[in-house]
């Protein structure tokens, strides 16, 4: 009893390695039936060949009465069969015993020696119903069809064709189309703008830089970019910048970056002048805030909201930049109003962190701040 | 003559026997809705509607899984009955009859069909 399969061990069946067919539920289900029969009739156990043929010969049978009495009703012209259909059918099919009155040929099938037969049987025997609840079988798949000209609202290419068939394919999935590239454009497009939005970079840090240069040559910790006024009088109250304690040290607890590297002085490249000028511009906004000299106060104001005006903290080179845009001028925004000193000190931190970055970003593009 | 006397009465004798018959018969059918075949109606719907038979009464349904049942019973009994037959020649101290069943249907499945 081979189906082909390679691993089928003596004689006995692997169902589990056969890909179940559609019949095999109705096999299994005839199985069960035909058991349960032959356990009503006396049996104790079964081989399951026994069984396997049993059920076999049961569908047959069942098949063939089918068979017969749908032969009868197309006889008689109909196509929905009769009690009559199937009486005569089972007289056909017969039982291998054959019946009482299969000699007879009468007019009258209600008397037929099958149907009598039958009846008894039902009367006699006990009502042994099958044991499992069985759905509805085969169970048919909902098939999704081609929708229709009209369904798609296409009007079919010619007037042989009705609208209410189902619509032509697509011709890109048949014949070659032309596609045109929409992605170049968007490269170039997002070229240009990053090219325009370094320049903006760059612009500003250069205007910063000369606004620094302008400040002083000497740089330093505690320079900032005001004019010379105020930055020489920030100067004189603090001494020496160079052996003063950095402000951050003395007035913030937590300095994001290093002091020292600025403090030890500009031995390094122009991208380390450009990270110290940003220091100083930070503590010179902080300073105006911290400090209550009204002079300075009047100075300062007078300075920096229009310093802070200028610098404008969009970098966009890169996407990762454009998100924390917005928190940049949202600072600008906010620095040009006297605030409590909670929140400015979390804004303190936030634009260290900032200008960290910003500088750091300017450092990896070092060619870019040439281009000017 | 002679002939005309008994042919008026077969057919009334027919026609009362017919009455009783479709009576019976009409019963039969009503009755079959409360008795459970064992074979389940779907089963049975399932290989008819293969073959081409189409019916909606449930009770015609019904008459063929009894009539099929019927068969697999007889067919049953009657292995069942040449199993013990065959028990009752060789005395053997296992009662079993598994063995026995399948050696019987292939002989039993000669002899029927």
């Known amino acids: 009893m081979n189906n082909g399969v390679a691993n089928t061990h003596g004689d006995s069946e692997h169902p589990s390695t056969r890909r179940p067919n559609a019949n095999d539920f109705g096999r299994a289900v ?117 929708p229709s000209f009209c369904q798609m609202d296409e009007t079919p290419p010619g007037d042989h064709i009705p609208s209410w068939l189902p619509a032509l394919p697509d011709p890109h999935t048949y014949k070659q189309t032309p596609m045109w590239s929409e992605r170049k454009s968007e490269q170039r497009a997002d070229k240009l703008e990053q090219a325009r939005q370094r320049r903006k970079v760059e612009k500003s840090l250069l205007n910063l830089q000369q606004r620094l240069a302008i400040c002083g040559p000497a740089g330093g910790a505690t320079s900032s970019f005001a004019p010379d006024d105020s930055v020489r009088g920030i100067q004189s109250v603090e001494g020496n910048p160079f052996l003063d304690p950095p402000l951050q040290a003395g007035e913030k607890d937590t300095p994001t970056f290093n002091m020292s590297d600025m403090v030890n002085g500009p031995g390094k490249d122009n991208d380390a002048s450009v990270f110290k000028t940003f220091v100083p511009a930070i503590e010179a906004v902080r300073d105006q805030f911290s400090d209550d000299a009204d002079g300075d106060i009047n100075d300062k104001s007078k300075v920096l909201p229009f310093k802070r005006s200028a610098i404008h903290f969009k970098f966009k080179t890169s996407k990762k930049v454009l998100g924390q845009s917005l928190d940049l001028d949202l600072r600008n925004t906010c620095i040009e109003k006297p605030i409590s000193g909670r929140v400015l000190g979390d804004e303190r931190d936030e634009k260290k962190r900032r200008a960290e970055y910003i500088l750091q970003q300017s450092m990896e593009n070092p060619q870019e701040l040439t281009q000017l | 003559m002679n002939y005309q006397h008994p042919q008026p009465q077969p057919p009334q004798q027919s026609g009362e026997g017919k009455h009783d018959d479709d009576a019976a018969v009409t019963e039969f059918l009503a009755s079959l809705l409360e008795y459970t075949p064992t074979i389940p109606d779907e089963l049975v719907e399932h290989y008819l509607g293969k073959s081409g038979f189409q019916c909606p009464d449930v009770r015609l349904i019904r008459l063929v899984a009894v009539a099929t049942q019927k068969f697999v019973a007889e067919v049953a009994s009657d292995a069942l009955q040449h199993c013990k037959a065959r028990q009752a020649s060789i005395v053997k101290d296992k009662g079993n009859k598994q063995q026995k069943v399948s050696a019987l249907y292939c002989s039993l499945l000669t002899s029927i069909i």
Not at chain 1, 63 to 80: F, H, P, Q, V, W
Not at chain 1, 119 to 127: A, G, P
């Open chain 1, 30 to 146: 005839s199985r069960v039936a035909v058991a349960q029969i032959c356990e009503g009739v006396g049996f104790e156990s079964f081989r399951s060949s026994a069984l396997d043929s049993l059920a076999d010969i049961a569908a047959r049978y069942l098949c063939d009465i089918g068979k017969a009495s749908a032969s009868y009703a197309n006889l008689a012209g109909r196509t929905e069969c009769n009690v009559f259909d199937i009486i005569r059918a089972l007289e056909d099919v017969g039982n291998f015993q054959g019946f009482m009155g299969a000699s007879e040929v009468s007019d009258c099938i209600a008397s037929s020696g099958m149907m009598r037969e039958t009846i008894e049987y039902v009367e006699i025997s006990e009502e042994i119903p099958f044991v499992h609840p069985l759905p509805w079988f085969p169970v048919n798949r909902e098939r999704r069809l081609i």
